[in-house]
């Protein structure tokens, strides 16, 4: 595919930016460019492969929602470095 600079100065004139003619040159070149790798990607045969949105398989890993036994104050607190009074004791962030 061909685009001309005429092309990329009206698409910057519709998006209200201003570019040199330096920057036109290379934006054009550079937009030919990728528009001519999407035309190369379009001769691919891609009728027979199933639309994906992920490239695995997907399944639901979560467990079910149940109501279960909460764990008591000591085995909450039996791995914390320090406790008081039943309660998880954290260093003072705000002075």
């Given at each position: 595919?061909?685009?001309?600079?005429?092309?990329?100065?009206?698409?910057?004139?519709?998006?209200?930016?201003?570019?040199?003619?330096?920057?036109?040159?290379?934006?054009?070149?550079?937009?030919?460019?990728?528009?001519?790798?999407?035309?190369?990607?379009?001769?691919?045969?891609?009728?027979?492969?199933?639309?994906?949105?992920?490239?695995?398989?997907?399944?639901?890993?979560?467990?079910?929602?149940?109501?279960?036994?909460?764990?008591?104050?000591?085995q909450a607190l039996a791995n914390a470095p320090?406790?008081?009074?039943?309660?998880?004791?954290?260093?003072?962030?705000?002075?």
């Open positions: 595919m061909n685009i001309g600079i005429e092309t990329v100065r009206h698409v910057a004139r519709l998006a209200n930016i201003d570019f040199s003619d330096q920057e036109l040159e290379l934006f054009t070149r550079q937009l030919d460019s990728i528009l001519g790798y999407i035309d190369k990607l379009n001769e691919l045969e891609t009728a027979r492969i199933e639309p994906t949105s992920h490239v695995t398989r997907i399944e639901q890993t979560l467990r079910e929602d149940r109501a279960a036994e909460s764990l008591s104050v000591t320090e406790s008081k009074d039943h309660h998880f004791t954290v260093p003072k962030v705000i002075s």
